[in-house]
């Protein structure tokens, strides 16, 4: 509820200095835009002509109760009125949003000391990228495990050992271990 109350204080000062063509600071809660905004980071918001915004700007937008930073993911085409918003960590887009309730866009973020820009990355092909790593992931391990097991098959081959103990190099390597089991050379 402080959440709730804090919020809609916060909405009209920040729309009235946006629209008086300042720039605003201010410490964003939650976590829905990670890894780009963290929880605690400051964000830095410029005054912005909603005929501008582009997909992947991060933006601020003020909603009924309720005033965050997300993504655009799909700016309105001729005659729509709506912007596709989703925060960066979830997975299903926010409802649209009327023009009219962008406030600004981010323009920079603080996190750990440093300032890093945000607008304009459009990180867009993130789910499918991961969705292919995740089909892709046997196949990967696959090839690690046959390169794997080549070098083992050649440090084990007689031909590939290094005879008494010399490098081809000429230095010196340390005698193999012996026990138990064979161990391998490194």
Do not use: D, N, W
């Given at each position: 509820m402080h959440d709730v109350v804090s919020s809609l204080r916060f909405e009209p000062v920040c729309t009235a200095m946006l629209?008086?063509?300042?720039t605003i600071r201010?410490?964003?809660p939650g976590t829905?835009?990670?890894?780009?905004i963290h929880d605690g980071d400051t964000l830095i918001v410029e005054a912005v002509d909603v005929r501008q915004v582009r997909r992947g700007d991060v933006v601020l937008v003020a909603g009924p109760s309720f005033i965050h930073a997300h993504r655009v993911r799909r700016v309105p085409a001729a005659g729509e009125d709506f912007l596709i918003l989703r925060g960066d960590a979830l997975a299903a887009n926010d409802c649209?949003?009327?023009r009219r309730n962008v406030l600004g866009r981010v323009v920079r973020v603080r996190h750990n000391g440093?300032?890093?820009?945000?607008s304009g990355m459009v990180i867009a092909c993130k789910r499918p990228v991961f969705r292919l790593g995740r089909s892709c992931r046997r196949v990967i391990a696959r090839g690690i495990r046959a390169v794997y097991r080549l070098a083992l098959v050649m440090r084990l081959s007689p031909s590939s050992?290094?005879?008494q103990g010399r490098r081809p190099g000429g230095g010196q390597t340390k005698p193999p271990l012996r026990g138990a089991g064979q161990v391998l050379e490194v």
């Open positions: 629209r008086e063509g300042r201010f410490q964003a829905s835009m990670l890894p780009t649209p949003i009327p440093k300032y890093h820009r945000v050992r290094v005879s």
